[in-house]
């Protein structure tokens, strides 16, 4: 257990779906982030949040919306997926934007 | 962030000391190594990490050369919960707006034997 949890662990939707992922981290930290992972690929940052304000969009597409409420959660709004976009999706948090980040186990997302 | 460089796979026998080297010869003088390692299915798990000095922590011992162009990260007795992919970062610490990414590169892929 590293503190930061994500839910749905595994999620499969349709290209015309909504759907969302949501991140919580227990450890106090101020910054979170999302990264997506594809099968044989590097880990790609897709966001970044400090104090809940975005400070990183590393050129996503707006398909993707990050939501970040307070300090300890945020989510990632999904709509009109394309297939390509299957991965699993990672959250992280760190104490700062500096501090090395604690990783959630990851939603595995199939889109059909 | 320099680029590193590290061995596809490698194999360790359980109980042994497990060594996983990391060239980074392009890291500059502000730059951290960084290792995270991430078991199958997981996130990624925080290891270690130093600038210039050796290190070690309840999980691994970090060992970076003087010229800071290489290290090699030990894992004293490995275990078989210890196989996974193991990623060697270079990361600059600079407080500014943005962050400083974490660039994760293909890894090794540790398998611990019986």
């Known amino acids: 257990e590293t503190g930061v949890t994500q839910t749905p662990r595994h999620l499969v939707m349709g290209m015309t779906n909504k759907k969302s992922l949501k991140c919580e981290q227990h450890?106090?930290?101020?910054?979170m982030y999302w990264y997506k992972q594809s099968a044989k690929k590097p880990l790609e940052l897709m966001f970044v949040y400090s104090l809940e304000e975005r400070v990183e969009n590393n050129s996503v597409p707006s398909r993707f919306s990050p939501e970040c409420p307070n300090s300890s959660h945020l989510f990632l709004h999904l709509h009109t997926l394309q297939p390509e976009d299957s991965a699993l999706y990672l959250c992280a948090s760190s104490q700062d934007l500096e501090g090395e980040q604690y990783f959630g186990p990851g939603t595995r997302l199939t889109v059909t | 962030d320099a680029k590193t460089t590290q061995p596809p796979s490698m194999d360790c026998a359980e109980g042994r000391a497990a060594n996983l080297p990391c060239n980074h010869s392009?890291?500059?003088?502000?730059?951290?190594v960084y290792w995270y390692r991430q078991i199958h299915s997981q996130g990624p798990q925080y290891i270690i990490h130093g600038l210039k000095n050796n290190e070690t922590n309840e999980m691994a011992s970090l060992i970076i050369t003087e010229d800071r162009k290489s290290s090699t990260l030990i894992l004293p007795h490995a275990t078989l919960r210890d196989t996974a992919v193991y990623y060697c970062i270079a990361r600059r610490l600079v407080s500014i707006q943005g962050a400083q990414k974490l660039v994760f590169g293909q890894g090794t892929r540790l398998t611990i034997n019986p």
């Open positions: 450890l106090g930290h101020n910054a």
């Open positions: 392009t890291i500059s003088g502000n730059e951290y």
